[in-house]
């Protein structure tokens, strides 16, 4: 799974996993912090939430066009340090609702954070993208880029998978502690970004010399992609800009759906979901245990490969610790409870990416060698259906709750307000996450492998404005929490996720004669 890549993919996952870590503890606690830091209902704060979301995505297409002028390696260090000044404003506890005299400073300082945030994370994240794909457009390792986006996407949910922990153990810690309140307490959940940053600077110019030759914006640099480009006629060209683009319009679709996660699915866990967790069920909500279950797969597969007798000694031992780890632990678990926090739930995506990357590229692999591998295009519209089945889990997870709208009427009077177990919401982030590994770095692959050369940057760009769209629709969930029954809402992203499906299978032809 991992012999074959060059180095520099590991330094740039790496890099792009410190910078992951402090966005998505930011973004864990970012829709309360609104609510509660502001007193904004959730239509307003789902608002914000999806603008920002949009700017992040959208911000690529810029970033792409400058780099493919001035080189990727310029604007991936310009674009973290635009990033920690806006990680740093944000940080600071300026006021809100507990400081009527400085809501309007704080609420600027906060739209500015967000700004300079969108605009760094433009200019760094498609570029350090379209720099993994140049390392492989090396015919040495052509064959190796499906599965090298693969583990650079489970790298950025490693950084994912620890955030929501963080972010909710660093508020406790400052409102325990240090006496914080709780609004003020959040801007700790902020400052880990500043740090996770300075770990990627680190390790990015650390490594540098690895990859300096798939920076751009020297001459000669890149000469493969140069090649690339003088085959290519007009015609192809624009037959190559015209499957990207019909791509985009579907991915559109998926991100509104997908990144419910941080807003509609959060609203869910906050008010719909039991607020604790017993037995069996309890040891899923530590970070620590899901982290021995990875260590359980990765021995497990390095346990199968590994072509020396050390290697399979060493995998085995660690799959033996790891599993007998947690059937001791599980076996004397009891009746003991753990607190079940919102943000929380967000570790379950990252963690089920990570758990099943290997799985996913042992699958595709065995296809592959037997020539029945599916082309990009198709796992996508197969991560559409998928998407839809999430969403069918939720609800079906839903039957006989309250709108929200009467929930909080409910809580409000002290009347009856129905809980349902956290179960649905694992199950369904299970689900989410098998269309996301079938259409999220397949997607990136596809554009790496299809962009024209000369438009390399603004193609990449290009899948990062389509996320944006899809992410500035993600508010469509906020404005329909209310009166609405959930079955309803949820229902809607059940339709749009199975109607983008068809779109793909309709133009499937143009879109894998593109990819020849």
Not at 62 to 82: C, N, Q
Not at 383 to 400: E, H, K, T, Y
Request: with cysteine; proline share 3%.
């Amino acid at each position: 799974m991992f012999k074959g890549h060059p180095k520099a993919l590991y330094a740039l996952a790496l890099a792009n996993t410190g910078e992951r870590f402090g966005y998505y503890t930011m973004l864990a606690v970012f829709a309360l912090f609104l609510r509660a830091n502001f007193g904004l209902d959730a239509g307003v704060a789902g608002a914000i939430y999806s603008t920002f979301l949009g700017l992040v995505y959208f911000m690529p297409l810029l970033g792409g066009i400058l780099a493919d002028k001035f080189g990727y390696g310029k604007m991936v260090k310009l674009g973290i340090s635009i990033m920690f000044v806006g990680y740093l404003l944000l940080s600071l506890p300026l006021g809100g609702v507990d400081t009527p005299e400085t809501t309007t400073l704080a609420m600027v300082a906060m739209l500015g954070a967000l700004l300079f945030i969108a605009l760094g994370t433009g200019l760094f994240k498609g570029n350090l993208q379209v720099m993994v794909g140049n390392l492989y457009d090396d015919p040495k390792y052509a064959d190796k880029r499906d599965s090298a986006f693969s583990l650079f996407y489970m790298a950025i949910n490693i950084g994912a998978l620890f955030a929501p922990t963080a972010a909710v153990e660093i508020k406790r810690w400052a409102e325990d502690s240090l006496g914080f309140s709780g609004n003020d307490a959040y801007h700790f959940s902020f400052a880990v970004a500043c740090v996770a940053l300075i770990v990627s600077m680190l390790i990015y110019f650390a490594c540098r010399n690895w990859y300096a030759h798939v920076e751009g914006g020297k001459k000669g640099a890149n000469n493969a992609a140069a090649q690339v480009e003088d085959t290519l006629t007009p015609a192809e060209t624009k037959a190559r800009i015209v499957a990207l683009c019909l791509v985009f319009a579907v991915v559109i679709f998926f991100w509104m759906a997908f990144h419910q996660n941080g807003l509609t699915l959060t609203y869910f866990a906050d008010e719909f979901t039991v607020k604790e967790a017993f037995g069996l069920q309890s040891m899923a909500f530590s970070v620590w245990n899901l982290v021995l279950v990875i260590v359980a797969v990765y021995a497990g597969f390095s346990l199968v490969q590994s072509e020396s007798a050390k290697g399979k000694a060493i995998s085995g031992v660690a799959l033996a610790a790891s599993v007998g780890y947690l059937i001791c632990k599980g076996m004397n678990v009891g009746d003991a409870s753990v607190e079940v926090n919102a943000p929380i739930f967000q570790q379950f995506n990252p963690f089920y990416v990570v758990a099943l990357t290997p799985v996913s590229l042992a699958i595709f692999g065995a296809l592959a060698k037997r020539g029945k591998e599916p082309s990009a295009p198709r796992k996508i519209a197969y991560g559409m259906l998928v998407a839809a089945v999430g969403f069918a889990v939720m609800a079906f997870g839903s039957q006989g709750l309250l709108t929200p709208d009467a929930q909080a009427e409910a809580v409000r009077t002290g009347a009856a307000a129905p809980l349902v177990s956290a179960n649905w919401l694992i199950m369904t982030y299970l689900v989410l996450t098998f269309a996301e590994l079938l259409l999220s770095p397949m997607g990136i692959s596809f554009v790496s492998k299809v962009a024209p050369p000369k438009y390399k940057g603004m193609m990449m760009g290009g899948w990062f404005v389509a996320t944006a769209i899809g992410n500035a629709l993600v508010s469509v969930g906020g404005f329909l929490w209310g009166g609405i029954s959930l079955t309803v809402v949820w229902s809607v992203f059940i339709v749009l996720c199975l109607l983008s499906a068809l779109f793909m299978f309709v133009m499937m032809k143009r879109l894998e004669a593109a990819t020849k």
